[in-house]
């Protein structure tokens, strides 16, 4: 059974920041980390590509950066300058089989649990 384990969420203020880690129970390509708040629909934040670039949703491009281990079972999401409206609880995703790139969420059939991360201004 595959599994996928997040950690590092907590409390930051405005301004701070937080790295988000997630552990795979195996290998994936393609890995991203989704948030969803509270009354908010599940939103795509950051996505490993195929050929090992990065995609970002507009609203933390230049805050945050996704990265991967060299063993692709470990996900990081470094979040700085964090705002309030960041927010949510975060969950890390996995798609298999990954024959292209994809940021939409139906496609992900791995997710953790879900970490909490709270920016307070």
């Known amino acids: 059974q595959v599994q996928l384990v997040e950690s590092g969420g907590g409390s930051v203020q405005a301004g701070g920041s937080l790295r988000l880690s997630c552990a795979a129970s195996?290998?994936?390509?393609?890995m991203a980390w989704f948030r969803q708040a509270p009354g908010n629909e599940r939103e795509g934040v950051a996505f490993?590509?195929?050929?090992?670039?990065?995609f970002y949703a507009d609203s933390v491009k230049g805050r945050f950066t996704i990265s991967q281990g060299s063993a692709k079972n470990i996900l990081y999401l470094q979040m700085n300058s964090l705002k309030p409206e960041d927010t949510a609880i975060y969950y890390c995703?996995?798609?298999?089989?990954?024959?292209?790139?994809?940021?939409?969420?139906?496609?992900?059939?791995?997710w953790g649990q879900g970490t909490q991360v709270t920016v307070s201004s």
């Open positions: 195996r290998a994936f390509t393609c």
């Open positions: 995703a996995a798609r298999w089989p990954c024959w292209r790139d994809s940021h939409v969420s139906s496609e992900y059939n791995y």
């Open positions: 490993m590509e195929r050929d090992g670039g990065a």
